[in-house]
């Protein structure tokens, strides 16, 4: 009667992660010291998977594209996701509308965005050089993903098109945490509302911001579909990032054990990023 | 008063918002329009906003192209994304029912296990998950995507099923148990319909993240028979027809019907899973 089979509830589950995630994990530590062949014997090299990771130029790149990339992309979706939450903070028949409309591109795939804006940025017959050139902006037709920085600022809006609206429902669920009668007493106060934003709404908030930041940022690091559509890594690797250099040292390559050393960086890199994130969530409460 | 004369002062902002919503949205309306129109007037210049003819061309062309490999793709999207979802519910409803109700020694480890996957993206694993379906021989098969799948998407479901059967009490578990039903039979007949909501958010949540997928679904298939359908769209763009933006557009369109026709019928549960675990109560 007392026999408790919670374990065996969990067994189908455990294994699952068992075999798919921490085998994985051990795994991928232990090919990176490894001179890992995908038939053969795999010798242990020490660090050399490693050394040789550090004294590849394209690995400084691809991070340097990365890192930068994130810099471009973060505010991008920050901004705008947090006018429109505390604009459509109000529950109305209007506002949801609105939050709707502007969550539905985060349905969409990455792929699907990514096209849809090649489309529109196509040099000859994209709209977008049309417009431009309707307005007088422009004489001749731009190709937007042909010049490195012109390409990271559109893989950038269009990613940023997409995600914004899951940072805005985020952002909007911390508002709605704050009590209405904060904002009843300032507006008994007198204060104008530029001020109770920035000296109420905002500290309050600040949790849930932070955390709706650590995750885009987060998620610009694992960036890579959008790059493989729009200019699959080019123009002269500028667009590179971190993914697809692992994808390439080890399936264009055949260099696995370096792929695993470099995919362990970019773990710590992470792990970091993550970091963070608990250490704002035990701020928090 | 006060009230009254901010509502009005609102009208011009709310004409605003939805001109600026109208432009928001103009890239999916751009992609739809381009897909119902015939080749030339796809690259007719000044573009035309509204098609003079409307046609499925386009989509005669991507459907019947090479016998029917798009098809091929979306019907591999659907049985890997339902195979996922009902797997990973499978896995996840006990699990979470135990790490709520069935408490044992070392299930806090095992749900803090679970949640470790939040911090290890797969995409830091490509490589020895690579060797390991090589090893078993599910490299290039379906079973092996819908495995990895499970395994990175569950967690999610965990974590919001575990708090969802939490909420319940005590006290029901209790009374079923006294009256001699089976832990079993208390999860699906009595915990699982009280459920309903979150078990509606994990199948989205699911949905859209396994229908979405491109980079596992292309780093760990090799043939049509496997591909899904954003790996068959890149194909498409990329290789097959590379400037031919009526099949990239029709193809597009039909890859991203089905998620946004599930996210706009059940968005508030999507949402509610969604910020579930964002902000503490």
């Known amino acids: 009667m007392k026999k408790n089979n919670g374990l065996l509830f969990c067994l189908p589950a455990i294994i699952l992660l068992g075999m798919f995630f921490i085998y994985p994990l051990f795994n991928v530590i232990i090919m990176s010291f490894q001179n890992w062949v995908v038939l053969g014997n795999n010798t242990f090299i020490g660090f050399n998977n490693y050394i040789n990771t550090f004294q590849d130029k394209e690995f400084w790149q691809v991070l340097g594209n990365t890192l930068i990339y994130c810099l471009i992309v973060t505010p991008m979706i920050f901004i705008p996701a947090l006018f429109f939450a505390v604009l459509l903070k109000k529950t109305n028949k209007l506002n949801a509308l609105l939050r709707t409309g502007i969550f539905i591109p985060y349905a969409i795939s990455l792929v699907a965005s990514s096209y849809i804006w090649t489309w529109i940025l196509n040099d000859t017959y994209g709209i977008l050089n049309f417009i431009l050139n309707q307005f007088g902006l422009i004489n001749e037709g731009i190709n937007w993903l042909g010049t490195t920085w012109s390409a990271r600022f559109m893989i950038s809006l269009s990613v940023a098109w997409k995600t914004m609206g899951f940072s805005m429902i985020i952002i909007l669920a911390g508002l709605s945490s704050i009590s209405s009668s904060i904002y009843e007493a300032t507006s008994i106060d007198g204060s104008s509302k530029i001020r109770t934003f920035f000296s109420i709404t905002l500290p309050l908030v600040k949790p849930t911001l932070m955390l709706a930041l650590v995750l885009s940022i987060a998620g610009s690091f694992k960036g890579y579909d959008q790059f493989v559509i729009m200019t699959g890594g080019g123009p002269m690797r500028t667009t590179e990032p971190i993914i697809m250099y692992i994808s390439k040292v080890a399936f264009d390559y055949y260099e696995m054990g370096r792929s695993a050393a470099v995919s362990v960086v970019f773990l710590i890199i992470l792990l970091s990023i993550s970091y963070y994130q608990i250490k704002l969530g035990e701020y928090d409460a | ?281």
């Open chain 2, 1 to 281: 008063m006060h009230r009254k004369t901010n509502s009005f002062k609102n009208i011009p902002i709310a004409i605003l918002i939805i001109l600026v919503l109208l432009i928001f949205l103009f890239p999916i309306y751009w992609n739809i329009v381009t897909a119902f129109k015939y080749s030339d007037e796809i690259l007719a210049y000044p573009p035309k906003l509204i098609p003079s003819n409307w046609t499925f061309f386009q989509f005669n062309k991507l459907l019947t192209v090479s016998n029917g490999v798009f098809i091929q793709f979306f019907i591999n999207t659907v049985i890997i994304t339902i195979s996922t979802i009902l797997l990973v519910l499978a896995v996840a409803i006990p699990s979470s029912f135990a790490l709520a109700k069935l408490p044992f020694k070392g299930s806090r480890i095992v749900f803090i296990l679970f949640l470790s996957i939040f911090m290890v993206p797969f995409q830091c694993l490509l490589v020895p998950l690579y060797s390991l379906l090589t090893k078993i021989r599910l490299y290039n098969t379906k079973f092996g995507l819908i495995l990895i799948y499970s395994t990175f998407f569950m967690p999610f479901c965990i974590f919001m099923l575990k708090n969802a059967f939490a909420q319940l009490p005590n006290a029901l578990f209790e009374s079923a148990i006294l009256d001699g039903a089976s832990k079993r039979k208390i999860m699906i007949s009595l915990f699982l319909p009280l459920s309903i909501p979150s078990i509606v958010s994990c199948i989205i949540y699911l949905f859209i993240e396994t229908w979405n997928d491109f980079i596992l679904a292309f780093m760990f298939t090799s043939s049509n028979e496997v591909r899904n359908i954003q790996v068959g769209i890149m194909n498409f763009g990329k290789q097959r027809f590379s400037s031919d933006w009526g099949i990239i557009n029709s193809g597009t369109l039909i890859a991203i019907i089905p998620t946004i026709i599930l996210f706009i019928i059940l968005q508030k549960y999507y949402i509610q899973g969604m910020t579930s675990g964002a902000v503490k109560e």
